[in-house]
Each structure stands twice: as structure tokens, then as C-alpha cells.
Nanobody, 123 residues
Framework: VQLQASGGGLVQAGDSLRLSCRMS????????LGWFRQPPGKEREFVAS????????YYTDSVKGRFTVSRDNAKNTVYLQMNSLKPEDTATYYC?????????????????WGQGTQVTVSS
């Protein structure tokens, strides 16, 4: 499975960005796609995930109501719509694929990772 993330950039607080993650290869082995982020000097943290087949979504509390994760099965692509961005959202964002069908929020529950895309939110 290969994952290609894109869509990061430099924005101001309150702006929006949409990240995309296109999946290719043996996509049938992955049941969920997740987004993680790693702020400078900190550990990687779970942001959101979506079940590839049911569309069930999960979010960390700090992004609920601002971020929306969705998927387009026909395009093998998962999106992370980020609204009302805050400086604390600044991080490198990663997409990852998991074989788990439920809520998977730990990095070790994900088998495949895309390269990161940088999101910088200025105040």
C-alpha cells in the first residue's frame, strides 16, 4: 500500500485547508485511513480516522467541530477538511492505513504511512 499526502501550506489563523491522501496498491487490506500530526518537538498524535467501508469517523477532541474527515472510494482518496485553523494546529500531517475496523488511534495500529505534509498556521 502506498499513500500520497498533499495539500499542506502556510495559512493564517481562522483559515481553512484541505489535505488529501491517495491510496494505491493492495487497498483491500486496509479498513481505515487515519490522519496524524506531529508538532515540532512533540510526539505524533492522532487527529481523525474514517472507516473505508462504513464511513464511520473518529476525531480527537481538539479538532471536533473544526475538522472533517471523509473518503472517496472511487478515487481511493481520503480528505481532511480543516476549518478555523489555530496556531496550535501547526504540525506535519501524516495519513496512514490500518487493518483495524474500529477506532484505531495509536500509531502502532497503522501499517502504512504516507510522507508528511506541512501545515503552518500563523497568528
Amino acid at each position: 500500500v502506498q499513500l500520497q499526502a498533499s495539500g499542506g501550506g502556510l495559512v493564517q489563523a481562522g483559515d481553512s485547508l484541505r489535505l488529501s491522501c491517495r491510496m494505491s496498491g493492495d487497498t483491500f487490506s486496509s479498513n481505515a485511513l487515519g490522519w496524524f500530526r506531529q508538532p515540532p518537538g512533540k510526539e505524533r498524535e492522532f487527529v481523525a480516522s474514517v472507516s473505508w467501508y462504513t464511513g464511520t469517523t473518529y476525531y480527537t477532541d481538539s479538532v471536533k467541530g473544526r475538522f472533517t474527515v471523509s473518503r472517496d472510494n472511487a478515487k481511493n482518496t481520503v480528505y481532511l477538511q480543516m476549518n478555523s485553523l489555530k496556531p496550535e494546529d501547526t504540525a506535519t500531517y501524516y495519513c496512514a492505513a490500518s487493518p483495524y475496523t474500529g477506532w484505531a488511534s495509536r500509531p502502532d495500529e497503522y501499517d502504512y504511512w504516507g510522507q508528511g505534509t506541512q501545515v503552518t498556521v500563523s497568528s
